[in-house]
């Protein structure tokens, strides 16, 4: 399926919305998700072997490992969950997770939030049952379990819905997609419970621009995620642009994290969480939590680096300039503060080309004090400075008082 043009489609979508919703879905936005998600969720670890235990193993965990108390609230099911449907259509769960009920308690009892996953279309990506014909039932399901946030993943919809209905018109295909994601949004709505709604359909006809007004808290802005350098890095390239779309309420998702996963070196991994923060993206962890290695916790529960993804304007980086392999990315943080990134993305040392800091470039007129939030240190920024680093790493900075 090609992208299809966002503005037409867009606009289309909005016009089909009475004001009344567009009123209420960003009223609702400011309470839910005012600053990016964070939580940890089963996928990228476990797949579809997750069961109940392994949910309050990463509950027990996230609470020992300190990440709850860095912010990390969220412990989220994803797919494999699903059972059968009765002839009520209420949907059961599997043998995987006995008492839904039972879980969202213990989750609680900690101090947590618990997320679950489902699908517009009949079945999920995994082929268990999804939500079609179902919206109203399942979403009041969650809210009397106790579910504090729903991952909606597009999958089976594609040919169950948008090729059967609309079969060669791709504007009416987008069309149907909106409307099924629009209809979970007021399910969701209507149960008065606080509920994240993040939209998963791969970053198709641009949802940083329509979904916010169909009550989405985020929108995944490609495909999926994997735990190696080149796939994040390229997740990476595609967030440069998207930076109006974020705000309190609404994010641009590039997908959960992989730290601590996969072939990922120490600094890949410090460059990947660096960045989703820098994103102002959710930061959802996928890692095996009750293995999880001490650099690795150190990594997910930097404070400074957390305040940088959970600052309250919510303003997403953007990508200032790039030299050769370097880009320096900023982001304008509450109080007249700023955050700096410089990432070297190249395979060599910057030493061989080497790399003079632009300071004008980045809006700041002469020497600058910064803190390192890899070290801690304090350090001073001067125009045109050069600055060396391995490949794959990164520079994260504060600058508390930019001039
Ligand atoms: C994909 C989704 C993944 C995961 C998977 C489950 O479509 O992008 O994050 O949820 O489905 O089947």
């Known amino acids: 399926m090609r992208f299809a043009t966002a503005l037409t489609l867009a606009a289309l979508a909005l016009a089909s919305l009475p004001i009344t919703a567009l009123a209420q879905s960003s009223a609702s936005s400011q309470v839910v998700a005012a600053t990016p998600p964070m939580g940890w969720n089963s996928w990228n670890y476990f797949a579809e072997r997750v069961t109940d ?75 268990y049952a999804a939500s079609l014909g179902h919206e109203l039932q399942d979403a009041q399901m969650y809210a009397a379990w106790g579910i504090d946030y729903l991952k909606y993943d597009l999958c089976s919809f594609i040919p169950d819905v948008m090729q059967k209905q609309a079969p060669h018109d791709e504007a009416a295909q987008m069309r149907l997609m909106h409307a099924a994601y629009e209809k979970m949004g007021k399910a969701l709505q209507s149960t008065h419970r606080p509920i994240v709604y993040s939209l998963c359909q791969y ?53 959960m994290l992989e730290v601590g996963n996969g072939k990922l070196s120490l600094v890949e991994n410090r460059s990947h969480f660096s960045m989703w923060a820098m994103l102002a993206s959710p930061l959802l962890a996928g890692n095996d939590l009750p293995n999880m290695k001490p650099e690795i916790t150190a990594i997910l529960t930097n404070r ?13 980086a953007s990508r200032v300039y790039a030299d050769g392999e370097v880009e320096v990315w900023t982001r304008p943080l509450s109080g007249g503060a700023m955050a700096v990134a410089i990432l070297n993305a190249g395979s060599d040392r910057i030493a061989t080309h080497p790399f003079h800091l632009n300071l004008a470039a980045l ?21 045109n400075m050069p600055i060396e680093l391995p490949s794959h790493d990164i520079l994260l900075l504060r600058i508390t008082a930019p001039k």
């Open 53 to 127: 235990k392994d949910i309050r193993a990463a509950a027990d965990q996230i609470v020992a490992s300190g990440m709850r108390d860095a912010g990390y609230v969220y412990i989220n099911i994803d797919d494999t969950w699903e059972g059968e449907r009765d002839a009520t259509g209420l949907l059961h769960t599997n043998s995987k997770f006995p008492d839904m009920k039972a879980l969202a308690d213990y989750v609680h009892s900690k101090g947590l939030k618990l997320g679950i996953y489902s699908g517009p279309g009949t079945k999920t990506c995994g082929g």
């Open 203 to 255: 970053g198709w006809d641009s949802p940083w621009e329509w979904a916010p007004a169909l009550g989405g808290n985020s929108w995944r802005t490609t495909g999926d995620i994997e735990p190696h350098w080149d796939r994040i890095y390229t997740i990476l390239e595609q967030q440069a642009g998207l930076e109006k779309y974020a705000g309190p309420g609404h994010w641009n998702d590039p997908d």
């Open 304 to 316: 400074d680096v957390i305040a940088i993804d959970q600052d309250h304007l919510g303003k997403q």
């Open 363 to 383: 809006g700041l007129h002469g020497s600058q004090q910064a803190k390192n939030l890899w070290t801690g240190s304090t350090m001073q920024l001067t125009e």
